[in-house]
């Protein structure tokens, strides 16, 4: 396969995943996925597969079945985002028909009072229950916007762009690994926050630290750099001996007097006359120390 086929199917996976990915994240379309691949999981034995055969196939069918969704939702609504509203209106007329339904259930069953209560709350929070990917994501997403708005603050449009981007894949990535993990993990949320933890922590060595990470590591590593200076200005302020090391240089440095060497007139004229005539008469005449000492002008007697 050459390079042009290659980036060919590359190109038609981006296109698929950046039109299912609406759905996938903010809509229902998880749901299905994480139906689909559990269910493949389930029958692995049937299909004659083993669990890792049986986990590849499931993410290809659970795949299938989310873009079967999204076709599916987008043809009775018209859109993405008008199948995102009708779900958002039918968030309060699904609580209320689950606490119908478990009313229904309680007086048919003779329950009555605490018990009946508790059959009804049940059916409520099954109509939340069907909602909660939806609520969950949107929550989520909310999280995103101060970093964003950091970005755009801090860095400007195209900062902000970048930004914006990071946080799509990182989310985007978190919700793929939630509806694994929840197919993998068939315990109520356990499973898809374990997912979503371990999708944004792979997605986020691809996009690098958020804007306001960067931000706070850069703020504590200034506070750090000023504590260190702040030690090293009391350790030396307070230590007498680094006044000549240049740390403190608004006090007074010692000063030290070397003292100069000085010869009289007599001893310049005999020097200069010992330089011109290059006379021997003493043998001390020409010995600098015996000149400066006055020994030369001693009388010697045998």
Avoid at 5 to 19: L, N, P
Avoid at 238 to 252: A, C, K, R
């Amino acid at each position: 396969m050459g390079i042009s086929s290659i980036a060919s199917v590359g190109w038609k996976y981006i296109k698929r995943a950046g039109k299912l990915y609406p759905d996938f994240v903010l809509g229902t379309g998880n749901e299905k996925f994480t139906q689909a691949m559990r269910k493949t999981i389930e029958n692995r034995k049937i299909n004659n597969q083993s669990y890792l055969e049986s986990v590849w196939s499931g993410i290809k069918n659970g795949t299938k079945e989310a873009e079967a969704h999204n076709c599916f939702m987008t043809n009775k609504y018209g859109g993405f985002w008008q199948s995102t509203w009708a779900n958002l209106k039918s968030f309060p007329h699904k609580v209320a028909q689950g606490w119908k339904v478990g009313g229904m259930l309680a007086d048919k069953a003779g329950k009555t009072g605490i018990s009946k209560f508790w059959s009804q709350f049940k059916g409520s929070m099954s109509g939340i229950g069907k909602r909660m990917p939806l609520i969950g994501t949107l929550l989520i997403a909310v999280t995103e916007l101060p970093n964003i708005f950091s970005a755009f603050k801090d860095e400007g449009l195209v900062g902000g762009i970048v930004e914006t981007g990071k946080a799509g894949l990182r989310l985007g990535a978190g919700m793929a690994g939630a509806a694994i993990g929840q197919a993998l993990i068939p315990i109520p949320i356990v499973g898809g926050l374990v997912g979503y933890m371990a999708g944004d922590w792979l997605m986020s060595k691809f996009t690098g630290k958020s804007h306001s990470e960067k931000k706070a590591e850069a703020e504590e590593a200034a506070k750090q750099q000023a504590a260190i200076q702040q030690q090293m200005s009391q350790q030396y302020g307070m230590n007498p001996f680094t006044q000549g090391l240049g740390y403190q240089t608004n006090m007074v440095q010692p000063q030290i007097n070397i003292p100069q060497p000085t010869m009289t007139p007599q001893q310049i004229m005999a020097m200069r006359q010992m330089l011109y005539s290059q006379a021997m008469t003493n043998p001390m005449d020409q010995d600098f120390m015996a000149m400066t000492s006055g020994m030369n002008n001693l009388n010697f007697q045998c």
